[in-house]
């Protein structure tokens, strides 16, 4: 009764724990609301910041470090911002978007194959946006040096009115004392452009100049990272991957700026789904930074060594820039026959990244042959644990011996009851007579955690799932499970909270293996008995936030090791056979738990 007792009370307090302490800070700390006032102020501070900041372009962006007023980044509307000025279009396959020829910056981007939402009107996902909105996030290339050069405001020239592929596009800006500077653009099929940077020094006297690019971007509308799954700031530095550094992290680094050591290869922001990186010129010395130059903005920076350029001789630095979504074929594609070294590191595959892969171009290959990523999931699994078989089979023979000696075993919990000691040596004293291992019910188990952690992470990770629709009201197996009998299905107007909003699938996955468990020998430990009865439905909330391409691999996973259990028993009617009289003891008990408790509430 006390072991009950204490499961009971861990299992509350757990609740407690889970569902009531963002209430409890939501109380005791509200979040301060800004009045009308106050955002205008800060919204104008953060203008005339930003403008500050603009005023001697590259140098003064790579120096600023101020903080502003905690407010939202601006109330400027980007389609105010977008109509402005002399812009050159953008347009490939995938992405669509222009090139601002004040700055010569790469700050608006569309890709035009992935949308906000599931809705048919949806918008395409934006990328980048251009300075001073909320969407801010941008490329540039220019350079550094103390003679006179393009800056923020620079209005450069275009040789033609449109990017695409095969159709590059030259930006030429001169200054007074004979340096041309250009920078000419060309982008591939995909999300892939290259900005080739030359200073001709044409004047006569010798100038030193220091090219950079960078990327910058707004973290308000960033996605958040997990311990499992990491985005902000990352990088490639001396061949090895960096996600070491988040938003908070390069925040709080002296100077608010981070310099990870080594030669870099690539840099630039992470979302889940989405990369904007920056690629180095491999035939240049180069160092690569995050900087924090106001709040809730952040920077990804390619800083070249100082070169002198003689009259009549040139400079050239080509940088590339990936800009789209995190596709694991074009990453692999760019990695391996572009030599880009590990732009497939950009996806966060974790150390498991070997075992990962291939699970996920499995499923890739069995969604693009059935057409249906949903049903692609059912056949992973049936592919899964038709492998699995064999061990399952074992796995259950295991079962078999275990109930075949239940009996057996609760002659000697009865008997040595009292001496915990002894019962034990007893127990396994059985186990050797009976050439029975408790454990080897385990392996499977073992198993299936790497598999079941596999494809949590494809799940989570790939592109390729986001949006894609399963059957009747799964139409985003990305995300959770929309239905729930919370709220009747849909039929009553509000939406229940985040910890109450179990679907459908979630309850499924629940009385799967609830069904799974009884069919399991029960465990000899009463303690243990209590855990296994409240795991499942403990496990039902705990799934309900995941994917629903996770709880479908889950319960469609419950529902054949149920059936390889049922199949089993009828191969063993020794099994069924136990199974009733275990069925029938239990039923005794719990009759004679009644007669006494009528017994005692009679004597009361």
Same mark, same amino acid.
């Given at each position: ?23 409890? !800070? ?56 977008? @109509? ?121 006297? =010798? ?85 924090? =130059? ?74 693009? @042959? ?41 002659? !000697? ?49 790939? !592109? ?69 009865? !409240? ?22 996973? @419950? ?46």
């Amino acid at each position: 009764m006390e072991n009950q007792r204490n499961i009971i009370l861990a299992v509350v307090l757990t609740a407690l724990v889970l569902f009531g302490s963002q209430y409890i !800070i939501d109380t005791l700390y509200p979040q301060p609301v800004l009045t009308e006032e106050q955002i205008a102020a800060a919204a104008k501070d953060k203008a005339a910041d930003a403008n500050a900041s603009a005023a001697d372009g590259g140098q003064d962006v790579l120096a600023a470090t101020g903080d502003v007023a905690d407010a939202p980044a601006s109330n400027v509307n980007i389609d105010s911002v977008l @109509n402005q000025g002399q812009r050159v279009k953008i347009k490939n396959p995938l992405v669509e978007g222009t090139i601002n020829l004040v700055g010569a910056r790469l700050d608006d981007l569309v890709l035009t194959d992935h949308r906000e939402t599931v809705a048919k009107d949806s918008p395409a996902v934006r990328l980048f946006g251009p300075e001073g909105t909320l969407e801010q996030h941008y490329a540039q290339f220019g350079w550094l040096g103390q003679i006179e050069r393009p800056k923020s405001d620079t209005l450069w020239s275009a040789d033609s009115d449109t990017l695409a592929p095969g159709k590059p596009v030259k930006l030429s800006w001169s200054n007074s004392t004979g340096q041309l500077f250009t920078i000419t653009f060309s982008i591939d099929e995909n999300y892939l452009i290259t900005a080739e940077q030359k200073l001709s020094n044409n004047g006569e006297a =010798p100038v030193q100049i220091e090219p950079l690019a960078f990327i910058s971007r707004n973290s308000t509308t960033a996605d958040e990272g997990t311990w499992i799954l990491r985005t902000g700031p990352l990088g490639v530095f001396d061949d090895a991957a960096n996600f070491d550094w988040g938003y908070d992290d390069v925040a709080e680094a002296p100077g608010k700026k981070a310099d990870p050591e080594g030669q870099v290869s690539w840099l630039g922001f992470s979302d889940i789904y989405w990369l904007s990186t920056l690629i180095a010129d491999d035939k240049a010395k180069v160092s690569g930074s995050f900087v924090n =130059p106001r709040k809730d903005i952040y920077r990804t920076d390619l800083n070249y060594d100082a070169q002198i350029i003689a009259p009549g001789k040139a400079l050239t630095i080509t940088n590339k820039l990936y800009a789209g979504a995190k596709n694991t074929e074009l990453l692999d594609y760019y990695t391996d026959e572009q030599g880009i070294t590990l732009l497939d590191r950009a996806i966060d595959w974790g150390w498991f990244y070997w075992f990962e892969k291939p699970i996920f171009y499995l499923l890739k290959w069995l969604f693009d @042959n059935i057409g249906n990523f949903g049903v692609a999931i059912i056949v992973l699994v049936l592919i899964i644990r038709g492998l699995m078989f064999p061990i399952a089979q074992k796995q259950f023979a295991s079962m078999a011996a275990m109930r075949a000696i239940q009996p057996k075993m609760k002659k !000697i919990q009865d008997r040595y009851k009292d001496d915990k000691q002894k019962m034990q040596q007893e127990v396994m004293a059985l186990y050797k007579k009976e050439k029975v291992n408790p454990l080897a019910g385990c392996l499977p188990i073992f198993l299936q955690i790497p598999i079941f952690f596999a494809l949590y992470k494809v799940l989570l990770l790939s !592109i390729e799932m986001r949006h894609q629709p399963f059957a009747l009201w799964i139409t985003d197996l990305s995300a959770p499970d929309p239905l729930t009998p919370v709220n009747l299905f849909g039929l009553l107007p509000f939406e229940p909270v985040s910890f109450l909003a179990i679907g459908v699938l979630p309850i499924i996955v629940g009385v799967t293996m609830w069904l799974q468990f009884k069919l399991n020998p029960a465990p000899a430990d009463p303690v243990q008995q209590q855990v296994f009865s !409240i795991m499942p439905w403990m496990l039902m909330f705990v799934m309900a936030p995941f994917a629903a391409g996770l709880q479908l691999y889950w319960a469609t996973s @419950n529902l054949l090791t149920i059936a390889q259990q049922k199949l089993l028993y009828s191969r063993h009617p020794q099994l069924k056979e136990q199974m009733r009289k275990d069925a029938e003891e239990k039923a005794k008990e719990k009759e004679r738990a009644k007669a006494e408790k009528q017994a005692k509430v009679g004597k009361e």
